[in-house]
């Protein structure tokens, strides 16, 4: 079993940027995609961004193009979310979650979601 972690979020004013991170431990046998989602306070929870294993190819939804990227470190099993321009509308729970399923958006293709971290953009 692979336990998430994710860690990095905080409060920071519109325009501001934030690294979350998310650290993966246990059992870590086979390669696997890595997801970013958020659930902003009263919705539901949505897609952010993907990126395979070999850190070749990510995918994020439309929105957020150009703001965010997903970077990932093998080696330290941590995969990086970089987000810049932060707006209000960004305030959220972010999660990470694993897939074996390349470059997947549905939550239903993913598992071994972390806790999440609050991110809070303030205007």
């Known amino acids: 079993q692979v336990q998430l972690v994710e860690s990095g979020g905080g409060l920071v004013q519109a325009g501001g940027s934030l690294r979350l991170s998310c650290a993966a431990s246990?059992?870590?046998?086979?390669?696997?995609?890595v997801g970013w989602f958020r659930q902003p306070p009263g919705k539901e929870r949505e897609f952010v961004g993907t990126?395979?294993?070999?850190?070749?190819?990510?995918s994020f939804a439309e929105p957020l193009k150009g703001r965010f990227t997903i970077s990932r470190d093998n080696a330290k099993n941590t995969v990086y979310l970089q987000m810049n321009s932060l707006k209000p509308e960004d305030t959220a729970i972010y999660f990470c979650?694993?897939?074996?399923?390349?470059?997947?958006?549905?939550?239903?293709?993913?598992?071994?979601w972390g806790q999440g971290t609050q991110v809070t953009v303030s205007s």
């Open positions: 979650a694993t897939s074996m399923y390349w470059l997947s958006r549905s939550q239903s293709l993913y598992k071994n």
């Open positions: 246990g059992r870590i046998s086979n390669p696997y995609n």
């Open positions: 990126i395979n294993w070999g850190a070749r190819q990510t």
